[in-house]
């Protein structure tokens, strides 16, 4: 190594120790090939690897609601776990980097298998405007383009629009999650999609009530074909 190099690593390092680089899941400093998240916390998330497995249980919850082709999510999305404490810090800590990380690690992770074979291009869920403004990015928009890029697929941003800034839906059940949605997405440039495959991009599925209005939007463009993919999904 030269001593060029040297210099850059121990001033790395000098500035490591006056602005320490933090996990993202845990708050414990980062060492110096880590970024976002540690290897202790990597290791500690259950991944879903249900970009391997068709008819997986992702899949299978959108049944008789819309035709999915394809569905996967990275990790399970557990109460208190390390993927909803990236999600948390991404969403309310406006810490855009995670989105970027996370959308590029799983883009290409679902590069390396035939998950992404015959996708055309990638949405992703919108955020009302209101909503937009106030965060000042669309956390999933962040997700999708980072794996639009890992996978070299366009992203089509903005192809889908919000007309209503619906209620947290944390606390609802899932009929009251569909009511809550239903009729509120619209695409614009349907002639655009016309006879594409979809990748629809969102950060976390819960009851898929947002996904499922969504994709009945987009089902309705002639000849196009609807795959899922998120960060993370509760296990169902
Ligand atoms: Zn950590």
Sequence with gaps: MSRWNNIILIADDFIS???????????????????????????????????????????????????????AAWAFYRQGGKAQMLVHRLKYGGVRPIGHYLGRLYGNILRESDFSDGIDCIVAVPLHTSKQRKRGFNQSGLIAEAMASSLDIPFYNNALKRMEATDTQTNKHRYERWKNVEGIFIVKHKGTLEGKHVLLVDDVITTGSTIEACANELLKIKNVRVSVAAIATAEI
């Design 17 to 71: 120790l006056l602005f320490p680089r933090l996990c993202q899941a845990c708050g414990e400093p980062l060492v110096r090939n880590e970024k976002i998240i540690c290897t202790a916390c990597m290791v500690d998330i259950p991944l879903t690897n249900y970009h391997r497995v068709r008819d997986n249980r992702l899949e299978k919850s959108f049944y008789g609601r819309c035709y999915i082709e394809k569905a």
